[in-house]
């Protein structure tokens, strides 16, 4: 069977899989993170085919237009950490938004090795126009809860991603044995040399 599979035929496919393992298996807590990655791929899945496509945005090049204009002028390195994307990853978005007039960049006046990132004129103008739009997917996609769920959910989301902010070191390092993470690679493989 290929194609498209609902969340209850993968949860019931997976704890017939799962069931013969002999392996104790934590199938709440498997259910939540993974509907945690279903849902946030859902929504930003549906939010690039619709409010962002118009505006020509990615949903991570509107995350960082969305922290910096939170925020006002920031440092790349607090950008990227509010985006959750690596500081590499933020070179090419923000070169990309300078490209469009959207965001501009200068040396820190502080220290030379650190830059700054802010809207420009242009960038402010867009996000007055896109998060009006943006908003009222968030209300489309949580139609179906009510407030009073909207603010549970919320609190829940939020309690795990304390915990793992305030716990997920000590837990890595736990699971290492103190060694640094093995750096990883892009996906693409190493190139031979001849």
């Known amino acids: 069977m290929t194609g498209h599979r609902t969340i209850r035929e ?5 704890r017939a899989k799962l069931g013969d393992t002999g392996t104790r298996v934590q199938y709440e807590q498997m259910a939540a993170v993974s509907n945690i990655y279903r849902a946030a791929a859902a929504v930003r899945q549906h939010f690039e085919n619709s409010v962002l496509r118009g505006a020509e945005l990615t949903w991570t090049s509107f995350v ?3 922290v910096i204009w939170i925020w006002g002028e920031t440092e790349t390195r607090y950008v990227a950490e509010e985006a959750g994307i690596s500081k590499g990853t933020l070179t090419g978005v923000a ?7 959207l965001v501009e960049r200068r040396g820190h006046p502080d220290d030379g090795r ?19 739009a943006f908003n009222a997917e ?6 179906g809860l009510t407030d009073e769920e909207c603010e549970t959910l919320a ?17 890595r390092q736990r699971l290492l044995n103190g060694a640094e993470p093995v750096r990883r690679r892009s996906g693409r493989r190493a190139r031979r040399s001849a």
């Open 64 to 66: 960082v237009l969305y």
């Open 95 to 101: 070169r990309t938004l300078m490209g469009r007039g």
């Open 10 to 14: 993968t949860e019931k496919a997976v």
């Open 138 to 143: 968030e209300a489309f996609v949580t139609g």
């Open 155 to 171: 609190d829940l989301l939020r309690r795990i991603v304390v915990r793992t902010e305030e716990r997920g070191d000590e837990r």
């Open 114 to 132: 650190l830059v700054l990132l802010r809207l420009t004129d242009e960038g402010e103008r867009l996000m007055g126009e896109v998060f009006p």
